[in-house]
């Protein structure tokens, strides 16, 4: 084998982690499963990496999953398998899991991979923007906390310091009686990339919304939600009239604007997320 | 050095700790069996066990897996258990060119080891991320049905 070798980190620590990031511009390796993809090379050949390589995904301190002041904190490099596995995990994300990845993926993808690969189509993302997660970036200087959608700002590209790392993703509470749903509409059940994902979480108090939210993926070059929509639909009467469940079907009309590629059409997205957005607004079956 | 254990026996290695483990076992440790299908872990004909649980080793550093216990399909091949999948496997014509079969063996034991009684659908998901252009995979549930009731007890 014929290898350009850069510089590789496997330290036992954390903190030992944390303070050669301070040092050098590195890679960060978790799972593996996006930066070994995009920098493949031909077959035998080691992946062309230019940055100095270090790998996080045996540190333990990254792998805990706790409750704290009724806020639910999720180790970065807690595999799919390990949320799947664990009781404190919303049944929606292990829901969502099952349907995204297969069990060779969800052996090795993380959640903070998933974030901070930061892809329009991220198969955790829509879920993780209504719940308003927050992210967790820890320096040798500080802990910083970062909300999602300010966090990821676009194809991958997020709002992480050279010397930060991902250390926790906390998602605040979630009022139980919240109805939710996830959907990925893609070639195969499993390991494919999206076409359209999208996920909505609506709660209805005393036949009135209490909260609405809304994040669809793979429609835009981030997640698409909007909490002035969202808003228009606190306090209406459920079942939603007509007039009022066009308006939002509307809102988001104008505000989802794909692009064709090689996995789907602008067409076709746009065609599909609306409708999800108005059989979860509709569908008694949810309920 | 990246040190590892692979097939039961402790293994050394100098190769960078970003080379693919599917390049090492195929070229220094000349174990063919897991194959090189899409390289991007959509297609399962290079998975492996790392410590009990099926991954693609296209998509694993070797870096990553310091201390921790490899086994591919020719180690996997030497226990009970996959005397029962090969049996079933030939018995319900699962297995065609053969390219993916290493890597579906590798999932179905993946699978029963959690699961020895899998449903129908629990099967499929199983085998999820492993693609066969042969069978139209009817009959690899079959196979892993048959060894299901077959294999009782084993896992």
Redesign the interface.
């Known amino acids: 084998?014929v290898?350009?070798?850069?510089a590789?980190y496997?330290f036992d620590t954390l903190a030992e982690t944390i303070s050669k990031l301070n040092e050098e511009d590195c890679t960060i390796?978790a799972?593996?499963?996006d930066?070994?993809?995009l920098?493949?090379s031909r077959?035998?050949?080691?992946?062309k990496?230019a940055k100095p390589?270090v790998?996080i995904?045996?540190l333990r301190e990254l792998k805990q999953t706790y409750l704290e002041d009724g806020d639910l904190h999720i180790g970065a490099c807690c595999t799919y398998?390990e949320m799947l596995e664990h009781s404190l995990i919303p049944n929606i994300f292990k829901k969502a899991i099952?349907e995204v990845?297969?069990?060779?993926?969800r052996?090795?993808g993380t959640l903070g991979g998933n974030i901070c690969n930061a892809s329009p189509a991220g198969d955790m993302l829509p879920l993780l923007y209504i719940f308003n997660a927050k992210l967790v970036l820890r320096s040798v200087n500080e802990d910083r906390i970062v909300e999602i959608h300010d966090f990821i700002q676009g194809p991958r590209r997020i709002a992480r310091q050279q010397n930060e790392l991902l250390v926790e993703i906390i998602l605040p509470e979630v009022v139980n009686e919240a109805r939710l749903i996830f959907e990925k509409i893609a070639n195969r059940?499993?390991?494919?990339i999206s076409k359209v994902s999208f996920a909505g979480l609506l709660q209805v108090q005393a036949g009135k919304v209490a909260d609405a939210r809304f994040a669809f993926g793979a429609v835009g070059p981030t997640m698409v939600r909007s909490q002035e929509t969202e808003k228009k639909l606190l306090s209406q009467v459920y079942p939603l009239k007509v007039e009022v469940l066009d308006e939002v079907v509307a809102d988001f009309a104008s505000i989802i604007n794909p692009i064709d590629d090689q996995r789907s059409t602008a067409a076709y997205r746009k065609t599909v997320a609306l409708k999800l957005l108005r059989y979860f607004l509709t569908s008694k079956e949810l309920f | 050095m990246i040190k590892f254990k692979l097939n039961g026996s402790v293994v050394e290695t100098d190769?960078?700790?970003?080379?693919?483990l599917l390049?090492l076992l195929?070229?220094?440790f000349e174990l063919i069996g897991s194959k090189?299908g899409c390289?991007?872990?959509?297609c399962?004909a290079c998975?492996v066990l790392?410590d009990n649980?099926?991954?693609?080793s296209?998509?694993?550093?070797i870096?990553?897996l310091?201390?921790t216990d490899v086994q591919t399909i020719e180690g996997y091949s030497k226990t009970p258990q996959y005397q029962v999948l090969n049996e079933c496997y030939a018995t319900a014509g699962g297995v065609q060119c053969g390219f993916c079969t290493p890597g579906m063996i590798i999932?179905t034991e993946?699978?029963l080891s959690k699961n020895p009684h899998p449903s129908e659908e629990e099967i499929r998901?199983?085998i999820?991320?492993?693609l066969c252009r042969c069978t139209g995979y009817n009959m690899i549930v079959d196979a892993i049905q048959l060894a299901a009731k077959k294999g009782d007890g084993l896992w």
């Open positions: 084998m290898t350009k070798t850069v590789s496997h390796i799972g593996g499963t930066v070994m993809v920098h493949k077959r035998g050949v080691a992946p990496i390589v790998f995904d045996h398998g099952r990845a297969a069990p060779a993926i052996n090795r059940r499993a390991d494919a | 190769a960078p700790s970003t080379v693919r390049d195929r070229e220094e090189e390289g991007e872990g959509e399962g998975s790392v649980l099926v991954q693609n296209c998509l694993i550093p870096g990553a310091e201390g999932a993946a699978l998901e199983g999820s991320g492993n």
